[in-house]
């Protein structure tokens, strides 16, 4: 049987070798509990430390600003909530600032926790994006007032690789309000952007172990000192009384290795990344007609690793399905919404027809993908997309009308 072929790291990556032998020595031998006193505990301590250490140096913070949590959608709802509660918390009674601030292209992760946020009484303001996924700056500064306690932007978006403006938000957000907490969900993000949290800008950071070739399950959070922050897990007193739960030793010094590799081959991985992605975004298009591409066509404001696309008048699943079985795994957007009928929200944030957007492909490429890799998924490709196609009524009446599919409002 030929070799599979994997082209879905936005969702998750292999563990890398290096990265699993870091790891051993503390689920065989360092297996006491970090906060213990006898040897195999103190082992376990440095372990926990010396990653946290270097997650810290990596993000150029300081490492009681380094949270370790069970991944991103953990950190991410942490964040939200720590720091809506203890700002509300903080204020004098009667001036109960309740608004927050985030875009409608946000990981579930987020945007669920907002609107469970919303419910409680908080007001929350969520930007628009243009049509390529980018935020609308103009609608942010308008958006941030004295009443804003948190503002959450995603720094680059899993479905269409769209690498939000950061600094910039910062700049502009602390302008209005230096007291609003600016938080980024920098999940797609390591391994292929500047992570420096003082050149971002931002006072939280999500981070997520398996999207960098580390073990799933274990997450970080940047918190910068003195930034408002009520624990959400209550027990012990874990990571500085902010997230009790003995901690996941292995798991962190995992993460660390993962991130110390993915910073190290930052550029050759980027570079990579890049020539395989061009690719894609150059050939794709050519050779399946009515290909619209999803997301930034500017491939410097793209992430490196991320092709997405809709084809008109196909259903994205019935894609994905027909590149299993040729040994190909890819994915319709974010994993998380894969299998529900509903549309992305990203792409119908981004102004694309319901049922355009019903047909949407994403590629990610990995470090080991290989060029070839890349040709034979543009060889079986457009057959695929041809034979739907034939099926679908829809295509068959605008193929004989000889007016081709209608472009759609995002497409290009
Ligand atoms: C942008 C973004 N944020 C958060 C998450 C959630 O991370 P985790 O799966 O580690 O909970 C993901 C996962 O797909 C993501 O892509």
């Known amino acids: 049987m030929a070799e599979r072929i994997y082209l879905d790291h936005a969702a998750t990556t292999p563990l890398d070798s290096p990265v699993l032998e870091a790891m051993l020595p503390y689920l065989t031998r360092y297996w006491g509990n970090p906060s213990s006193l006898y040897t195999e505990a103190q082992e376990a301590r440095k372990g926990l430390d010396a990653a946290r250490r270097s997650v810290a140096e990596l993000l150029g913070c300081k490492p009681q600003e380094v949270i370790f949590t069970s991944g991103g959608s953990e950190s991410n ?3 939200i909530r720590g720091a809506a509660y203890a700002s509300r918390r903080a204020l004098p009674a009667g001036r109960r600032s309740r608004h927050i601030v985030t875009s409608a292209i946000e990981h579930h992760a987020v945007l669920h926790t907002v609107q469970q946020l919303e419910k409680e009484g908080f007001r ?13 700056l103009p609608a942010l500064e308008a958006a941030v007032t004295a009443e804003t306690i948190l503002v959450s932007i995603m720094y680059a978006n899993n479905e269409v690789g769209s690498v939000e403006p950061i600094a910039r938000a910062a700049g502009i957000i602390k302008e209005k309000n230096r007291h609003t ?9 390591v391994g292929t952007l500047d992570i420096n949290v003082d050149r971002l800008g931002v006072d939280m950071l999500t981070i997520a172990g398996h999207k960098i070739y580390g073990p799933k399950g274990v997450g970080a959070l940047y918190v910068r000192s003195r930034t408002p922050f009520q624990p959400q897990i209550l027990g012990g007193s874990q990571e500085r009384n902010r997230r009790a739960g003995t901690e996941n030793v292995a798991g962190a010094v995992g993460l660390a290795k993962a991130m110390e590799l993915a910073c190290s081959e930052f550029d050759s991985r980027n570079a990579h990344y890049r020539s395989l992605r061009d690719r894609l975004m150059s050939e794709l298009p050519a050779r399946i007609p009515h290909t619209h591409i999803t997301g930034p066509l500017d491939p410097g404001r793209r992430l490196s690793n991320s092709f997405s696309c809709c084809f008109q008048f196909v259903q994205g699943e019935a894609v994905l399905m027909a590149l299993d079985l040729q040994g190909i795994a890819a994915s319709s957007g974010s994993a998380c919404t894969s299998g529900s009928l509903e549309p992305s929200h990203v792409l119908v944030a981004m102004g694309l027809s319901e049922e355009l957007a019903r047909g949407s ?8 993908n290989t060029m070839e890799e890349i040709d034979r998924l543009l060889e079986v490709l457009p057959p695929i997309v041809a034979k739907l196609r034939d099926l679908s009524p829809l295509w068959r009446q605008a193929d004989e009308a000889g007016s081709g599919p209608s472009s759609p409002p995002g497409g290009n």
């Open 77 to 79: 709802s942490l964040v």
């Open 124 to 136: 929350v303001t969520y930007l628009p994006v243009d049509r390529h996924g980018f935020i609308d």
């Open 181 to 189: 907490v600016f938080h980024t969900d920098a999940v797609q993000a």
């Open 361 to 368: 492909l994403r590629l990610t490429v990995g470090k080991d």
